[in-house]
């Protein structure tokens, strides 16, 4: 039974807690806290946190001291998973609480406090201007000690360092519930493609291949388009009856996971020979390959004669899944190569929150050695 005082302290919004620490509503989160004794007085520990529109996947690593080429060295202490953690598809403050939820569930398997923290690297979709990053920056500042580092990026850059070691240099290309392509020269400047959602038109993602899919299936319900063998499919699939179905599925949670889901059907479908669902996976090839080549040419990545070497990291369900004859990721780096011959194609071996945490490991040294310096 809660007493008196935590009733009390539940009703206020924010309350000073260690070194200035602030809780929030559900501040219960970091009452594990509570139960840990005083920090030893080690090294501390980093946290990397990668947010997308599907998960939220948080990555607890040691601060040791190694080298950059070490990173790899580095042992996951902790990871937790939790939802959705775009402010664009639940909202500011589901958006946080998810946030702030995964990183204590990280810190609370590893046996940490916040006090333990050296760097957090929050790397999450719907970071597109300095103002969101500054948003995120001051509360995440009420949360964490000031001796902690922060650092607050597009999840396309950790996925990016996923493939580089923390390197940011080169182009990612992210294909999963939304696409978006992203890419830094070795002196800092930074170019992005596509990553504007589904009404501006992610429509290489597997929400755009999927709502193409949906789409074909009413046009030829309605006699507008050519019939195909999508709309069997799906109708079985969603264990739906009729093609007017469709249209109240749809509408009575437009979630962008859940229509992304599809896409093994529109796979399946292409492979058996259907004109329409391998015309959807042809285009979404195409939309991909123009986004990595905006960005490359923006940044001159490939060099003055469109040959020099670059690396391209490949992540997300879309590209890397392999099904049957149909690799929409292999497509699409055939379809990059042809205009820039000197692309190498990365396909990461660690999740992009690893590489969250990497960026965050290499944010800090470099503040470290400045500070050092002067």
């Known amino acids: 039974m809660m007493t008196p005082e935590k009733e009390k302290e ?5 309350v000073v807690v260690d070194a200035g620490m602030k809780r929030y509503r559900n501040g219960e989160i970091w009452e594990f806290e509570d139960d840990l004794g005083v920090s030893d007085g080690d090294n501390g520990v980093l946290l990397g946190l ?5 998960s939220t996947v948080c990555i607890c690593m040691p601060m040791i001291p190694f080298s950059h080429s070490q990173l790899h060295s580095l042992p996951t202490l902790a990871r937790a998973v939790a939802g959705c953690s775009n402010h ?7 958006a946080r609480e998810t946030i702030e939820q995964v990183m204590a569930d990280a810190l609370s398997k590893c046996g940490s406090k916040r006090s333990s923290v050296r760097a957090v ?3 999450v979709s719907g970071v597109n201007h300095p103002t969101d990053q500054q948003r995120i920056l001051n509360w995440l500042r009420d949360i964490f000690p000031s001796h902690v580092r922060l650092y607050v990026l597009n999840d396309a850059v950790a996925a990016l360092s996923s493939g580089t070691m923390g390197k940011l240099h080169g182009c990612v290309l992210i294909s999963g519930t939304g696409s978006i392509a992203y890419g830094f020269t070795e002196d800092g400047k930074e170019a992005r493609a596509a990553g504007a959602g589904p009404v501006l038109g992610d429509w290489g993602s597997a929400y755009g291949i999927a709502a193409k899919a949906l789409t074909a299936v009413v046009r030829a319900y309605d006699g507008r388009g050519p019939s ?3 709309a069997s499919s799906i109708l079985q699939k969603l264990g739906l009856s009729s093609a007017e179905e469709i249209i109240g599925w ?3 949670d437009p979630s962008w996971a859940r229509i992304a889901a599809l896409v093994p059907v529109v796979v ?3 492979e058996a020979g259907d004109e329409v669902a391998n015309n959807i996976l042809l285009e979404s090839v195409q939309e991909l390959a123009s986004s990595v080549k905006a960005v490359v040419n923006r940044l001159g990545l490939s060099g003055q004669d469109g040959k020099s070497g670059f690396p391209l990291v490949m992540v997300g369900g879309v590209l890397t899944a392999h099904r049957g004859s149909w690799d929409i990721g292999k497509e699409v780096i055939n379809c990059i190569t042809k205009q820039f011959p000197g692309v190498i194609p990365i396909r990461p071996k660690v999740e992009p929150a690893v590489g969250a945490a990497w960026l965050a490991w290499n944010f800090f040294m470099k503040e470290c050695h400045h500070k050092a310096e002067n």
């Open 250 to 252: 749809t509408y009575a």
């Open 228 to 230: 195909t063998m999508l």
């Open 268 to 270: 399946i479908c292409a």
């Open 10 to 14: 539940k009703e206020q919004d924010q």
């Open 88 to 94: 664009n598809s639940v909202g500011e403050i589901a």
């Open 50 to 54: 990668d947010g997308g529109t599907t």
């Open 121 to 123: 690297c929050l790397a």
